[in-house]
């Protein structure tokens, strides 16, 4: 509401034993579109969900191309519909849908809509996960090897160094040689 005008809205509802929740029905008036406030309903509506269904799986099923552009930004992942809720309930949500009898026979399998799942549990596991330590290896030599190429002075305590009075070759030839010694 912006005073006491209704700006728009989108809904929740939970499905499967609360497994899942779906964030639907996003809805902006013409009015306020262009603003931004889709994306600020979207994500508050997801924020919520996420407080109050904190194991459960979030989805939303669209055709919009915005709606998947948000829903992209927030970390949902096109999925197939077998990884949505097995819930009749929910699937007759679909009977008002213009695109319903292509729902009905692909035996929920297809639809021109597209569903999109966040799974707080893969999430969780990607953030959790610490870098390998072959990658911070690399990562150090990579340092080690433009500190030597391109710096004069690369040791400390000394004016010059492995590079002084050399050109980028023939200083990149040393840090080979180097490399290869180790």
């Known amino acids: 509401m912006a005073g006491d005008v209704f700006a728009g809205f989108c809904y929740i509802e939970s499905w499967g034993h609360d497994k899942f929740v779906a964030n639907s029905g996003l809805i902006v008036a013409d009015e306020f579109r262009g603003r931004g406030l889709a994306r600020d309903i979207k994500r508050k509506a ?58 009905l026979r692909t035996n929920r399998k297809h639809c021109l809509c597209t569903g999109m799942l966040y799974d707080p549990e893969k999430e969780e596991k990607k953030q959790a996960k610490p870098l390998p330590q072959k990658k911070l290896k690399v990562y150090e030599r990579w340092l080690q090897f433009k500190r030597f190429v391109f710096l004069k002075n690369n040791k400390k305590g000394t004016g010059g160094g492995a590079g002084k009075g050399k050109n980028v070759f023939q200083r990149l030839m040393a840090f080979f040689f180097l490399v290869a010694k180790i």
Not at 65 to 70: E, F, N, P, R
Request: charged content about 20%; hydrophobic content about 35%.
């Open 46 to 103: 997801f924020e919520l969900s996420k407080v109050r269904y904190p194991h459960a799986k979030i989805f939303g099923l669209t055709t919009g191309l915005a709606v998947m552009k948000i829903n992209s930004e927030l970390g949902y992942k096109p999925v197939t519909f077998s990884e949505l809720t097995d819930d009749e309930q929910f699937w007759k949500g679909c009977q008002s849908c213009v695109n319903y009898d292509i729902l």
